[in-house]
């Protein structure tokens, strides 16, 4: 979200309607303004078009909490430092987490068979997905 106040001593100077219920665009305040707005919105448009797309975002709920920082009212907004938005730098591929369910003693025959046997549940998925990987699969 982004906040613009106009403050004049002079109400006339002011980008409004005659009516104060909406701007005039055909103020040369507003129109310099909206170029100013443009660009400082730039950088977040990029980002958003970016990790948008036809089926959704790529970014999940927590880091797009994340990114928005916390909640705040107007008042705050306009009297609290300016801050600078910067998008999140690329990370690798997204990691999807895998989790499925096995029998006790193929999880044991398994221990056995690579001769540790205080392998948990996880460490011998990881290491039967990376051996799937690598021997099944092939490297790139």
Do not use: C
């Not at 977040?44 to 909640?71: C, H, I, W």
């Amino acid at each position: 979200m982004g906040l613009v106040f106009f403050v004049s001593k002079d109400p006339e100077e002011l980008p409004w309607t005659t009516t104060k219920g909406s701007i005039n665009e055909d103020s040369l305040l507003w129109q310099e303004a909206k170029r100013h707005m443009i660009v400082l919105g730039r950088t977040v448009t990029s980002f958003l078009d970016k990790v948008y797309s036809n089926n959704g975002t790529t970014v999940d709920r927590e880091e797009m909490s994340q990114l928005s920082g916390p909640a705040t009212d107007a008042f705050s907004a306009a009297t609290a430092a300016k801050r600078v938005f910067s998008p999140p730098q690329k990370r690798g591929p997204r990691e999807v987490k895998i989790q499925y369910n096995a029998k006790e003693p193929d999880i044991e025959r398994v221990r056995k068979h690579l001769s540790k046997p205080n392998l948990s549940g996880s460490e011998v998925g990881r290491y039967t997905f990376n051996y799937f990987l690598t021997n099944e699969v092939g490297s790139k």
